[in-house]
T-cell receptor
Framework: KAGVTQTPRYLIKTRGQQVTLSCSPI?????VSWYQQTPGQGLQFLFE???????NKGNFPGRFSGRQFSNSRSEMNVSTLELGDSALYLC???????????????FGPGTRLTVL | QKEVEQNSGPLSVPEGAIASLNCTYS??????FFWYRQYSGKSPELIMF????GDKEDGRFTAQLNKASQYVSLLIRDSQPSDSATYLC?????????????FGGGTRVLVKP
């Protein structure tokens, strides 16, 4: 079974631009969660999508948004990029996700975003 | 106080020894606990999860959970150089905005031959 895939793997943008990242979950998984990982803050939860609906949300500004399609693929968008948005963005998929007891999440390889 | 705390390390252990990693969490209502391993430049991969108090063994790994004391630990027996990585503790927390998986900062483990 193929794992979680993310595209692109690397991205360089400048301040003020916007960016869209893509995540394809493991076949059959309906939940996709997004995380930001930086050396200073570690791994932080952004949001979770399940059946095309945002079900859970972390403490990030509204510049960070996402969506999920009917085939469970998910995209994350960051608008008006700031230098501090430079990070590794990871998505993770699971069968049922964060609902009354998390089931196992499988991470993709991540997208390394650099904001200049 | 961070919601999930881990000693950042590095934890240096000789090959063949037992590595002991600890994690404490603040949300007493948390029910699910996970240990992930992350090699440098790679994404986290699940080692094991634990839901019930006590010990859970999987190969060379043993997770221990004590909900009354709000800590979870991971033991790595017969440590190998390939175990050198950062180990992340993750806790499922129920928040007003819904559940979220909260990660500790990770413990870096170095296994010396």
């Amino acid at each position: 079974k193929a794992g979680v895939t993310q595209t692109p793997r690397y991205l360089i943008k400048t301040r003020g631009q916007q960016v869209t990242l893509s995540c394809s979950p493991i076949s059959g998984h309906r939940s996709v969660s997004w995380y930001q990982q930086t050396p200073g803050q570690g791994l932080q939860f952004l949001f979770e999508y399940f059946s095309e609906t945002q079900r859970n949300k972390g403490n990030f500004p509204g510049r960070f948004s996402g969506r999920q399609f009917s085939n469970s693929r998910s995209e994350m968008n960051v608008s008006t990029l700031e230098l501090g948005d430079s990070a590794l963005y990871l998505c993770a998929s699971s069968l049922q996700g964060l609902a009354g007891g998390t089931d196992t999440q499988y991470f993709g390889p991540g997208t390394r975003l650099t904001v200049l | 106080q961070k919601e999930v705390e881990q000693n950042s390390g590095p934890l240096s252990v000789p090959e063949g020894a037992i590595a002991s990693l600890n994690c404490t969490y603040s949300d007493r209502g948390s029910q699910s606990f996970f240990w992930y391993r992350q090699y440098s430049g790679k994404s986290p991969e699940l080692i094991m999860f634990i839901y019930s108090n006590g010990d859970k063994e999987d190969g060379r790994f043993t997770a221990q959970l004590n909900k009354a004391s709000q800590y979870v630990s991971l033991l790595i027996r017969d440590s190998q150089p390939s175990d050198s990585a950062t180990y992340l503790c993750a806790v499922d927390m129920i928040k007003a905005a819904g559940n979220k998986l909260t990660f500790g900062g990770g413990t870096r483990v170095l296994v010396k031959p």
